[in-house]
């Protein structure tokens, strides 16, 4: 596709519940990251991948958060047994490799466990 | 370890006023990349700029310059004759070289009044 595109746009989910949020990356874009971004707060790094590896996954919060890249192109993040502090909107974004580094972001998820 | 500080939370301006949104970040690195990104009300990041650590040169694009100054750790934004368009929260962002992972400041959120 054109741009990064995320699914769903937009999930309520009960307390204790799972959820699976995805990111479509822009075709090519071996990078893909995964922010959280709270109401009115910055974004918060959670995952990085490169291909289908994560060398960076310091900023999964806990371990009832999980992410995984299949054919260097989707990725999931899955977040178990949802908390209403995990409410926010997930942003994902890939970019090149290379020099050409700038992140092209999707819309986002937003998140709210009720 | 990379990190940007954006200190300033908010700053409001009358229209047609210059703004300068101050950016400083940290890194061990020689080759790195600066970023700038808005996150208008509809939230979806807009990529702005690239700087890389090599080039020094200031930037201007329209009513946009960018001020990078290794000496003091610094890219700061510039919006000359600001417009209520402008008012959107804006993102530092560091990249360290061959790494690719992407660290975001906490954001400066502009309002600017008409």
């Known amino acids: 596709g054109a741009g990064v595109s995320q699914s769903p746009s937009n999930k309520v989910t009960e307390k204790g519940k799972d959820v699976e949020l995805r990111c479509d990356p822009i075709?090519?874009?071996?990078?893909l990251y995964w922010y959280r971004q709270r109401l009115g707060q910055g974004l918060e790094f959670l995952i990085y991948?490169?291909?289908?590896?994560?060398?960076?996954k310091s900023g999964l919060p806990s371990d009832r958060f999980s992410a995984e890249r299949t054919g260097e192109s989707v990725s999931t993040l899955t977040i178990q047994r949802t908390q209403q502090e995990d409410s926010a909107v997930y942003l994902c974004?890939?970019?090149?490799?290379?020099?050409?580094?700038?992140?092209?972001f999707g819309q986002g998820t937003r998140l709210t466990v009720v | 370890a990379q990190k940007v500080t954006q200190a300033q939370t908010e700053i409001s301006v009358v229209e047609k006023e210059d703004v300068t949104l101050d950016c400083v970040y940290e890194?061990?690195?020689?080759?790195?990349?600066l970023f700038w990104y808005k996150q208008p009300p509809s939230g979806e990041l807009v990529f702005l700029i690239r700087?890389?650590?090599?080039?020094?040169q200031n930037e201007i694009s329209g009513r946009y310059s960018w001020n990078f100054q290794k000496s003091t750790s610094s890219f700061n934004f510039t919006i000359t004759a600001s417009q209520v368009v402008d008012s959107a929260v804006y993102f530092c962002?560091?990249?360290?070289?061959?790494?690719?992972?992407?660290?975001f400041g906490t954001g400066t959120k502009l309002q600017v009044i008409p």
């Open positions: 974004a890939s970019s090149f490799s290379g020099e050409r580094t700038e992140a092209f």
């Open positions: 075709s090519g874009h071996t990078a």
């Open positions: 991948f490169q291909g289908n590896s994560a060398p960076d």
């Open positions: 890194t061990r690195d020689t080759t790195y990349y």
């Open positions: 700087r890389n650590s090599f080039d020094e």
């Open positions: 962002a560091l990249s360290e070289g061959g790494y690719q992972k992407v660290t």
